[in-house]
């Protein structure tokens, strides 16, 4: 402290605050998602153009995925500043505040939430209850589904063990059936075990991690809206230098302004599926019909119980 004291006087205000602004800050990042996911390769490719065409302002550096910080502790990872940002989605955080977990409810797009209001909302409650900024959805336009290794003829579980996450819990439990939490990285081992007979995941990304070996069926329709983004320590987002802040808030809103693709990867994803033989269970149009509706009313009411101070609020600018 002392010396570098005793080289500011020396150097004189007009030397020692020119590095202040000129200095390139380095970010940590961690991923809560495996590191063979698809998603994470998708995010190391934004990572290296956000280095190329940030030196001198902003560099990201990619620690790991959960064999640096499980999946479950990335969100308090980012809240206490261990880390600068996660990649991570909300069913993650719920440790960190249960409005995380609000954001898979989404019927208006990350786009859409930007002008509505949503965004800031987000930002707001991010801000004072997770001491975070969200950046940037880069996810969504991505249904969840329930996978099998066994077939059933109508919406109950009675008898079967399903891995969740936050995401459906109070869902799958409405079915009847009996879950159990893990982070992706545990889901093929429990299959190849037999501990569970189905799993909740995204209509993608089951090929990353080979659970298409271990799965027999998936019932149509999804349901929910994925939600993937990338979240940074508040305090660390705040001291960045206005430049370094402008550059990163544009490169992660350009990212998410990629999120149409995932229109088209989904279509080949679900293609995919059927080649590997993987069967669709489709209830009768009534039935699906139900099984969407109470998916939404369990997930609107499950939100608004957990939060009665921003639930409502989140609806307006989530929901259509
Ligand atoms: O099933 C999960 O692990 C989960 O909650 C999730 C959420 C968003 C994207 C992928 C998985």
């Not at 063990?161 to 409405?174: D, H, L, M, N, S």
């Not at 939490?181 to 990353?208: C, Q």
């Amino acid at each position: 402290m002392k010396r570098v004291l005793c080289l500011a006087l020396a150097l004189g205000p007009a030397l020692v605050s020119a590095p202040a602004q000129s200095q390139e800050v380095t970010l940590r990042v961690v991923s809560a998602f495996p590191e063979n996911q698809f998603y994470v390769k998708r995010t190391l490719e934004w990572i290296e153009k956000v280095n190329k065409e940030g030196k001198g302002t902003l560099q990201l550096n990619f620690i790991g995925g959960p064999k640096a910080i499980p999946t479950f502790e990335v969100g308090k990872a980012v809240q206490s500043g261990v880390v600068d940002i996660g990649f991570t989605t909300g069913a993650f955080y719920t440790n960190v505040m249960p409005e995380a977990d609000i954001l898979k409810l989404a019927e208006t797009s990350a786009a859409e939430q930007r002008k509505n209001g949503g965004y800031d909302l987000i930002n707001k409650i991010w801000a004072e209850k997770a001491n975070m900024r969200y950046l940037a959805k880069v996810v969504e336009f991505t249904p969840f589904h329930l996978y099998l290794t066994k077939k059933i003829d109508k919406p109950d579980l009675t008898g079967l063990k399903i891995r969740i996450t936050p995401v459906y819990r109070e869902f799958f439990q409405a079915m009847n059936a009996q879950v159990m939490t893990t982070p992706p990285g545990e889901v093929y081992t429990a299959l190849e075990r037999g501990v569970i007979d189905g799993y909740g995941w995204p209509i993608h990304a089951l090929f990353d991690l080979n659970w298409q070996e271990k799965t027999k069926f998936r019932v149509d329709p999804g349901f929910y809206n994925a939600e993937v983004g990338l979240v940074m320590n508040l305090d660390k987002y705040k001291g960045l230098p206005v430049k370094a802040r402008e550059y990163l808030d544009r490169q992660a809103l350009g990212y998410e302004q990629q999120n149409d693709f995932w229109k088209t990867y989904n279509q080949q994803e679900a293609k995919r599926q059927a080649e590997a033989g993987i069967q669709t269970i489709h209830f009768d149009a009534k039935t699906s019909k139900e099984y969407v509706d109470k998916a939404k009313e369990i997930g609107w009411a499950n939100a608004i119980k957990q939060s009665p101070q921003y639930g409502e609020a989140l609806k307006k600018v989530l929901a259509k």
